[in-house]
């Protein structure tokens, strides 16, 4: 009886899973890119993240950044949080949808059972 019940859970993942890689990718592939772009302002202290476009760029990326601040105080003036979280975010994405990912390879051994 429960291996029925596995059984459907098991194709119901197995279908799930190619969007659920592809999703998971492109959010963590835009958050690298937005933890980029507030790298980039770092180098700009004059222009207004609080305004226009910029403002796409500091809200999902802020409450992050707070958080770290926390813990890593600027090097020379610099805030060095937007690159750790490039990293963190890089390590996760190769971790997880990278070539040789847990989702990557739960991908390719589900295409090879179907």
Not at 22 to 42: A, P
Not at 87 to 96: D, F, P, T, Y
């Amino acid at each position: 009886m429960y291996k029925d019940a596995l059984r459907f859970v098991t194709s119901a993942l197995i279908q799930v899973l190619p969007i659920f890689h592809l999703f998971l990718g492109l959010l963590l592939s835009i958050l690298t890119l937005v933890f980029l772009l507030r790298i980039v302002l770092t180098w700009y202290p004059k222009v207004n993240i609080k305004k226009g476009f910029w403002l796409l760029v500091t809200l999902p990326t802020e409450p992050a950044l707070a958080m770290t601040r926390k813990f890593v105080a600027p090097i020379g003036g610099v805030d060095i949080t937007p690159v750790i979280w490039v990293g963190l975010i890089s390590l996760i994405r190769e971790l997880v949808v990278g070539q040789q990912g847990v989702l990557s390879q739960m991908l390719i051994k589900s295409q090879a059972i179907g």
